[in-house]
């Protein structure tokens, strides 16, 4: 079972930057597709970005592309979610999640989530 822990939220001013970290618990990490999505008040999760194991592939939700970017650091079992530009709308709990196997955005096939961290933009 692998155990994964969000960071970095906080408030920021709009058109400010924030860097979230999910942190892992198992050296598996390095095998596992990275995703994050974010939950807004009264809205249904939403899935905004992915990072496979090596890294070497991303994909990211028209919400956020060209402003957020998701990488990870693999030796210290981390992803991390950059966020520039930010917006009011962006403000949501934002969770990682992980899946082993194939690349789905689908948070259906998610087989682990942390408890999410959470970002308010507002001036």
């Known amino acids: 079972q692998v155990q994964l822990v969000e960071s970095g939220g906080g408030l920021v001013q709009p058109g400010g930057s924030l860097r979230l970290s999910c942190a892992a618990s198992?050296?598996?990490?390095?095998?596992?597709?990275m995703s994050w999505y974010r939950q807004a008040p009264g809205q249904q999760r939403e899935w905004i970005a992915t990072t496979t194991p090596t890294g070497a592939f991303t994909n990211y939700a028209d919400s956020v592309k060209g402003r957020f970017t998701v990488s990870r650091d693999n030796a210290k079992n981390v992803a991390y979610l950059q966020m520039s530009s930010l917006k009011s709308e962006d403000t949501a709990i934002y969770y990682c999640?992980?899946?082993?196997?194939?690349?789905?955005?689908?948070?259906?096939?998610?087989?682990?989530w942390g408890k999410g961290t959470q970002v308010t933009v507002s001036s």
């Open positions: 198992d050296s598996s990490f390095g095998t596992l597709n």
């Open positions: 999640a992980a899946r082993a196997g194939g690349c789905t955005t689908n948070e259906g096939g998610m087989h682990y």
